[in-house]
């Protein structure tokens, strides 16, 4: 598939007061070949840039990265926010090391059903491939 099949739109960032962007980086090479428009906010990401962008760029999903386990604060009430922005729709996806690394081990369907709660659609675990999370955008969207 090339890249004008595609038509779709994603805003990719790690959220908060985290400084890691690898994953968010490789995230945005990863959606670029697969042929979507991305807008990369790179690290240290407040919700309402990732709102701002969505809506900048008329996306079809936020793809949130957190890597220093605090995810889920940082995370809380982005759906709400969405919703109040008028992105009642757009599919957000959160991955990395959302979670302290041993409760990532022993928790993690707890921690992926606490994501669910506050309106993510989808939680990666910190060993996910950028071609899996294509993969399920291109799914949940419908692209196939």
Known sequence: MNKQEVNKSVVIGTIGDDA??????????AFE???FKVAFLGAVVPQKDFINAAIEVNADA??????YGMGLLDCEGFR?????AGLDDIILYVGGTVAAPLELERNWPDIERRFREIGFNRV?????????AVAAL???????
């Open 80 to 84: 709400d926010k969405c919703i109040e």
């Open 20 to 29: 890691h962007m690898i994953g968010a980086w490789v995230l945005a090479k």
């Open 33 to 35: 070949d697969a042929g």
């Open 124 to 132: 990666f675990k910190n060993t996910c491939t950028a071609s899996e």
């Open 62 to 67: 936020i793809l949130v990265s957190s890597m």
């Open 138 to 144: 291109k799914a949940d969207l419908g692209i196939y």
